[in-house]
């Protein structure tokens, strides 16, 4: 009877170390499974991470591309609009080679040429900047000569002369005008008694 006892006991000991050893491997599972879960979303991310940074990296070429095309071909609009001007221009040069023509012909072509050119750069916002009879504005002008004037229809600071035009694109000076500026007879005798002050 006690081996009875022993056996049954025996029996019941291995049925709850089963149990046991089920309920451990139970939840086990679970987390095997779960981690295996994890770590195909590790694997899906890392995959979409690479296809984006894939696609950034063709993006910016494509973008570094396009602006390096755009550069280069940058100025093809004006020239295509300039070429019409440069053939009336080869068109003028082989009139003044010709016996032909009249001075007064190749001027009245060449000023053609001249006013089709300004219509050309005016598309393109080009504007010649306003010089005589302006006031002196250093941000446009450029003066490279004073001349004392006594007349008193012409104020201070005007522009009298100019030497070289100057041209805007649209708001932005390219390249000032060189002027002549007039200076009042007073104004030039008060600099030449603070000189002489300095001078002293």
């Known amino acids: 009877m006690p081996d ?4 049954n006991k025996a029996t019941e000991d291995e049925k709850e170390t ?3 050893v089920k309920k451990e491997s139970a939840p086990q599972a679970e987390l095997e499974k779960r981690i295996e879960e994890l770590e195909n979303e590790v694997a ?3 995959d979409r991470y690479l296809r984006a940074a894939a696609e950034l990296r063709n993006y910016r070429k494509r973008v570094a591309d396009q602006r390096a095309q ?3 071909y940058a100025h093809e609009q004006l020239v295509t609009a300039l070429l019409p001007v440069l053939d009336h221009m080869e068109l003028a ?3 003044a080679q010709s016996e032909d023509e009249s001075p007064e012909e190749i001027l009245a072509g060449v000023e053609m040429i001249y006013r089709q050119l300004q219509d050309v750069l005016g598309q393109f916002g080009v504007k010649r900047v306003e010089a005589v009879g302006e006031q002196f504005d250093a941000r446009i002008h450029e003066a490279v000569e004073r001349r004392v004037v006594k007349d008193d229809a012409v104020a201070n600071g005007e522009i009298i002369e100019e030497f070289r035009p100057g041209y805007k694109i649209h708001d932005r000076v390219v390249r000032p005008a060189r002027v002549c500026v007039c200076v009042k007879q007073e104004d030039v005798g008060e600099e030449n008694a603070d000189e ?3 001078d002293e």
Do not use: D, I
Request: proline residues 0%; aromatic residues 6%.
């Open 93 to 95: 040069l082989q009139s």
């Open 18 to 20: 089963e149990q046991t």
């Open 4 to 7: 009875e006892t022993e056996s």
């Open 196 to 198: 002489e002050q300095t």
């Open 44 to 46: 899906e991310y890392q």
């Open 70 to 72: 755009q550069l280069q």
